[in-house]
T-cell receptor, first 110, second 113 residues
Framework: DADVTQTPRNRITKTGKRIMLECSQT?????MYWYRQDPGLGLQLIYY???????NKGEISDGYSVSRQAQAKFSLSLESAIPNQTALYFC?????????FGPGTRLLVL | KQEVTQIPAALSVPEGENLVLNCSFT??????LQWFRQDPGKGLTSLLL?????REQTSGRLNASLDKSSGRSTLYIAASQPGDSATYLC????????????FGTGTRLLVSP
């Protein structure tokens, strides 16, 4: 079984809809991250969390929110999706040295 | 603000060649640098991590070097194979050590049989 899982793997939604992307990990890491990747660009950090009570904004947090429900779960929400949020979204975990990534969620906002 | 650049953006080589991928960063105050591999439809796989106090790391046919003072890292792949075809990303962690990675845009590698 994969150490970092993301659901759904693919999602198509419409402008204005609320959508949640979920991430779970079995690595026992405290640190979790959400990134987005646009074609031809590197990954950009959206939010990160160092433990259940710690949530921090990354470079591009506008239009997104997160919830750290447990050490193993970190969810990303788009409250009102817009087309320029179409991207590949990655969750990652870390124990402090190096990061481990999930397989990604491909999101299309029409 | 840290910026990470990777050159070339794309590279096509025949099987068996040795090759070098380049990564440069603007702020030399880094905690570590990681090289990742990204396959289509899959997540990122960590290849090598070089801490700021280190000069290089090796894993199998891969060797990564780090020159903090010049803001450069290279990933050397020996005896390339078709299975090496993927996008290679480098990412730097600022000196906070909080693993807030700044990524380059990647080098897309194609190794032909």
């Amino acid at each position: 079984d994969a150490d970092v899982t993301q659901t759904p793997r693919n999602r198509i939604t419409k402008t204005g809809k609320r959508i949640m992307l979920e991430c779970s990990q079995t690595k026992g890491h405290d640190r979790m991250y959400w990134y987005r990747q646009d074609p031809g660009l590197g990954l950009q950090l959206i939010y990160y969390s160092f433990d259940v009570k710690d949530i921090n904004k990354g470079e591009i947090s506008d239009g997104y929110s997160v919830s750290r429900q447990a050490q193993a779960k970190f969810s990303l929400s788009l409250e009102s999706a817009i087309p320029n949020q179409t991207a590949l979204y990655f969750c990652a975990t870390s124990e402090g040295l190096g990061q481990y990534f999930g397989p990604g969620t491909r999101l299309l906002v029409l | 603000k840290q910026e990470v650049t990777q050159i070339p953006a794309a590279l096509s080589v025949p099987e068996g060649e040795n090759l070098v991928l380049n990564c440069s960063f603007t702020d030399s105050a880094i905690y570590n640098l990681q090289w990742f591999r990204q396959d289509p439809g899959k997540g990122l796989t960590s290849l090598l991590l070089i801490q700021s106090s280190q000069r290089e790391q090796t894993s199998g046919r891969l060797n990564a070097s780090l020159d903090k003072s010049s803001g450069r890292s290279t990933l050397y792949i020996a005896a390339s194979q078709p299975g090496d075809s993927a996008t290679y990303l480098c990412a730097v962690d600022g000196d906070t050590g909080f693993q807030k990675l700044v990524f380059g845009t990647g080098t897309r590698l194609l190794v032909s049989p």
